[in-house]
């Protein structure tokens, strides 16, 4: 059954996208992003791609793909823009007196195609099994958490690490780079902390 469209999202939705339409350089662009955050907002049990277009009505799988894959738009300046959005929004401020909090969290995965899969300890089921690792950060005012960045962490038994040959990276690590990250980039951050 198919269970959203961004046209059937309350108007705070639109309101939210609209904050993003100088991001992209095309209407496509700015279509696709709408469709990609109402699937991750939607009701399905998977978040992936196929979930999300067989899910939602005038969606598709080829033009999510596209969007996600292929269009030239920047993550950075999407977060930047999140980051400076939610800073602005009295409901999403982060107050003086902040945590910093870095996280990793683990999830199961089966197979091996997806990057940063490998034998590692997964947090949600409490043991050493297939999966992925990521690294986050947060800032924690006591009431609320400012979601900042997201590093996948590359085990060193990953597909695409031995492939590469590239160096591991420990997750201390990955916490400091997401960390200074943070500080060089002061300007989005910044109006967070007043």
């Not at 297939?130 to 085990?155: A, M």
Request: proline fraction near 3%.
């Amino acid at each position: 059954m198919k269970e959203t469209t961004p046209a059937a999202m309350p108007p705070c939705f639109e309101r939210w996208c609209c904050r993003f339409d100088d991001v992209f350089t095309r209407s496509a662009q700015r279509r696709e992003f709408r469709n990609y955050l109402a699937g991750l907002l939607g009701e399905s049990e998977r978040k992936n791609i196929f979930q999300m277009s067989s899910h939602a009505v005038g969606v598709t799988y080829h033009k999510l793909h596209h969007f996600l894959t292929e269009a030239p738009w920047s993550a950075e300046e999407i977060n930047e823009r999140r980051l400076q959005v939610m800073a602005s929004c009295r409901q999403t401020k982060i107050a003086s007196g902040f945590t910093l909090i870095v996280d990793d969290s683990g999830h199961r995965k089966s197979g091996t195609l997806t990057s940063g899969v490998g034998r590692q300890y997964i947090g949600e089921i409490g043991k050493t099994d297939n999966g992925i690792v990521i690294v986050t950060t947060h800032l924690y005012d006591g009431v609320k958490s400012l979601p900042l960045d997201v590093e996948l962490y590359q085990h060193a038994t990953s597909r695409f690490t031995r492939q590469t040959r590239s160096r591991i990276c420990e997750k201390a690590r990955l916490s400091f780079k997401l960390n200074r990250e943070m500080f060089k980039k002061r300007s989005s951050t910044q109006n967070c902390l007043d």
